[in-house]
């Protein structure tokens, strides 16, 4: 299994990250992508990475951008430090990025400067791209449509939209990140529905952890934060959708996710 996107430099994993890195590869994690949300997290995500690199050689990869949510911090000096991340070997996208008109921390305006420079930077390294979007679907999608010839792969993280909104970022050739949002019965029900309309070479899966529990795993654990070892029950709730085995979505995930990333072999962990 490979989980596309965990959110390790957040505070939960502070007291336990070694043992919960332990625990995700004993339960069948092969490589996760750690998310960089700002120039901070992004650069301690590429720190942690290269921290564990002999531990956990070639497992623990990161992205490197800035989250909608901090898109007013963006200035050219986060640009260029952002350009030197994305020449580190462990860090293998340009993101999170995108725009979010749900709770519009950042101005909007601000929010697309951010992203289309980010695009920009994409286009410059060639590598792909870590998206977020979140009631800003019409502005995102014309920025990407407008953008497309210059950027390569994209993959959209955590996707919670609309079929129309599914369809047309699969017109624009982008991947698609499914969560345990999709095991949620009450806030789930639309995208479990629609997620076998995701071609199986277009599919990616991912915690987000800290945050979005799978609500169908059992028995439920005593922590309410979510670890990449329970990636597991997303698996198995996309296979029931798609009536295929665990093995299958876990197979063609994983394969996806090693050539959109470029990742080389994982080791066994030292």
């Known amino acids: 299994m490979i989980d596309i996107g965990v959110n390790l430099t957040h505070g939960q994993f502070k007291n336990d990250l070694q043992q919960m890195l332990k625990d995700s590869f004993a339960a069948g994690i092969e490589c996760m992508i750690l998310t960089g949300t700002d120039l901070d997290s992004s650069i301690e995500s590429q720190q942690l990475c290269q921290k564990y690199s002999e531990q956990y050689k070639n497992r623990l990869f990161s992205t490197a951008g800035v ?62 791209m870590f998206l977020h979007e979140r009631d800003a679907f019409e502005t995102q ?80 654990p005593a922590s309410r934060r979510n670890e990449p070892r329970y990636l597991d029950w997303v698996i198995m709730k996309i296979a029931q959708c798609y009536e295929l085995s665990d093995k299958e979505i876990t197979d063609t995930t994983s394969a996806n996710a090693r050539a959109f990333f470029d990742l080389p072999s994982a080791e066994p962990p030292v």
């Open 67 to 128: 989250h909608p949510h901090d898109a007013a911090s963006w200035t050219s000096d986060t640009a260029s430090q952002i350009r030197e991340l994305l020449n580190c070997p462990e860090v293998v996208a340009v993101g999170e990025t995108g725009l979010d008109f749900n709770r519009d921390y950042s101005p909007r305006q601000e929010q697309i400067a951010s992203f289309e420079a980010q695009i920009e930077l994409a286009a410059d390294s060639g590598l792909p």
């Open 141 to 220: 999608f014309d920025i990407l449509q407008n953008y497309r010839d210059q950027f390569g792969r994209a993959v959209v993280h955590c996707f919670t939209g609309t079929r129309e909104a599914l369809y047309k970022y699969l017109d624009l050739d982008l991947y698609i990140g499914i969560t345990g949002w999709v095991c949620d019965e009450r806030r789930g029900l639309e995208l479990a529905e629609l997620v076998s309309d995701i071609p199986l070479n277009r599919l990616m899966v991912e915690t987000d952890a800290p945050f979005l529990l799978p609500r169908n795993i059992e028995p439920k």
